[in-house]
């Protein structure tokens, strides 16, 4: 099940996102399904899919290879280290656990791109698409936490 969810996503996310949405609106889906499986699945399973997926939006982003599989590497570990000592079944966690990460997302991908890049104009289109996409990733994952089944265990196979 949730490796037809993830397919979905990534065909959703690649083919269809760019075509009718924005860029600064486009939901990131591969970060709400890395935050859900930080949230609720196990340790080596979830650092495996958090590198692959960080590492599929890389090679669809067309950006620098390794710089989301990083961001989403580091998000699963301090998701993972916090999520134990919480209640992870609740929506507002889960809510606020995709805003912080795609804020936390953002400000690993501007340092890691500062430090070995000198693209000068990279900075400013990073902060304009910020704001709308907080919002936007918030939203979806307020909407994913309101499916049915949203406070089902995770299957381990």
């Known amino acids: 099940m949730l490796s037809c969810l993830i397919l ?9 996102f760019p075509v009718f949405i924005r860029p ?5 889906l591969l970060l709400i399904i890395m ?3 930080a949230l609720r699945g196990s340790f080596v399973v979830g650092a495996t899919l958090a590198w692959f997926l960080g590492m599929l ?13 990083v961001t ?16 992870a079944d609740s ?30 104009g990279i ?4 902060f304009s698409d910020l704001f709308p996409r907080l919002l936007v990733n918030a939203f979806i994952a307020s909407i994913v936490s309101a ?10 196979s």
């Open 35 to 37: 935050v859900f499986i």
């Open 91 to 120: 929506a507002i966690l889960f809510v606020l656990t995709v805003t912080g990460v795609t804020l936390a997302g953002f400000t690993i991908n501007l340092l890691l791109i500062i430090m070995f890049t000198t693209s000068p």
């Open 123 to 126: 900075t400013y289109s990073m």
């Open 57 to 69: 939006v890389d090679v669809c982003s067309g950006l620098y290879l390794g710089l989301n599989a």
């Open 24 to 28: 600064s609106f486009k939901p990131d």
């Open 8 to 16: 979905a996503a990534i065909v959703i996310q690649v083919s269809l």
């Open 147 to 156: 499916f049915p089944g949203f406070d089902c265990p995770l299957e381990s």
């Open 72 to 87: 989403f590497l580091i998000s699963f570990f301090i998701i993972k280290s916090v999520s134990d000592r919480l209640y």
